[in-house]
């Protein structure tokens, strides 16, 4: 009788403790997700500012519409619950979104880049994690096969409550660009693009390196002169069209340009045959990029672009044999971890032939203007 009554306990109580992720507020539910209670959670650790999050979310979005049973996706922010609430609401999100406004879940999980995600079963054990451009289908399938206990959505995520703060407004562009140093740490360039104008914020390499579609270490500049901005520009404005010219005048500094000689990926396009740019789209307000730790997909891209995400993912220079393809704008899926793969990839797609080899490539010197 005692062995009897034990099994009852067991079985009757839910899984409770150990699958909780700590969330302040839980801004929407799912609108995918068709059951409550489902075996494998997925938490995309994301931000309202963070432009390969919101691509990453419309791959998420496809996943949780394939799998609507079974598996839920809760978008987690460490942001203002307000902030969050009118992005949600301007841009359609269809996933479920909750905050961590006191960061207890980003902490815990050591999330140091965004977009991240982590796959949890019902008890909270960690299944897989990395960046949600690399969850695939054929990983959802593997782990619903030995993973069978079910847990609620108010179960897997324990509300703590927190007091709301004010936001504050984001002043007004005034003029056709803004310049600030500010005495934060970027590792890479962010770039968003806001309503009405393009925001820049990291070295001042990395964007010299950007306004020139170059890899970074084709800029070279004095230490003193490396400091971080954030930069704002109005769209269809002059400031937009020169930002290089507008950033050096007002940093009152030079330009030089010369040449190296050294290894460079060399993009041949005699034989080019690009996607046009209705393969992939994903609507209006979205970021152009989803860069993956393999791959990456744009939307309606130049060569140009491309070529600048190519050459400071793989840390070279790329050169195209033909200006005149660099602005027009499509579609990509290219593969850029593996070398060969990469080439097949770009020739079996794009009929663009990859050559490692020693070229001269441009080099960009930046200095102080003397008194």
Known sequence: MKIKSLLLILIVFPILSSAQIKVSEIIKKSSLADDDENALYFV??????????????????????????????????????????????????????????????????NIASLPYGILFNARGEKLWEGHPADFKTYHIDGYLSTNTDKVSVENMFDLQSYKPIAIPKEADLKRDYEIVEINE????????????????????????AYTNYAYKNQVDMPSDVNKTYRMKFKYDSRALRQMERIILKYLKLRRKDTSANGEALFLNLS???????DQINWGRDTPHFLIGSSDIQADNVSLNQMSFQLAN???????????????????????????????????????????????????????????
Not at 78 to 105: C, P, R, W, Y
Not at 313 to 334: N, T
Request: hydrophobic share 40%; charged share 25%.
């Open 313 to 371: 993912l793989l840390e070279l220079p790329v050169i195209i044999s033909d200006e005149a393809f660099a602005d027009d704008l499509h579609d990509w899926e290219v593969h850029y971890k593996y070398y060969d793969l990469m080439a097949s990839n770009l020739f079996d797609n794009y009929g663009v032939k990859v050559e490692k080899k020693i070229v001269k490539y441009p080099m960009y010197i930046i200095t102080k203007k003397s008194s």
């Open 185 to 208: 740490s970027f590792e890479t360039l962010e770039v968003i693009e806001k309503d009405d104008f393009l925001q820049l914020t990291g070295n001042l390499k990395d964007i010299i």
């Open 44 to 109: 995309d650790f994301w931000a309202t500012w963070c432009g390969p999050c919101i691509a990453a979310e419309k791959q998420l979005s496809s996943l949780q519409r394939q799998y609507p049973k079974n598996f839920y996706i809760m978008s987690l922010s460490q942001e203002n619950s307000q902030i969050v609430k009118n992005f949600t609401l301007k841009h359609d999100l269809k996933l479920g979104v909750a905050i961590d406004f006191d960061g207890e879940a980003f902490a815990k999980h």
């Open 271 to 277: 034989g080019a045959r690009f996607w046009d740019a």
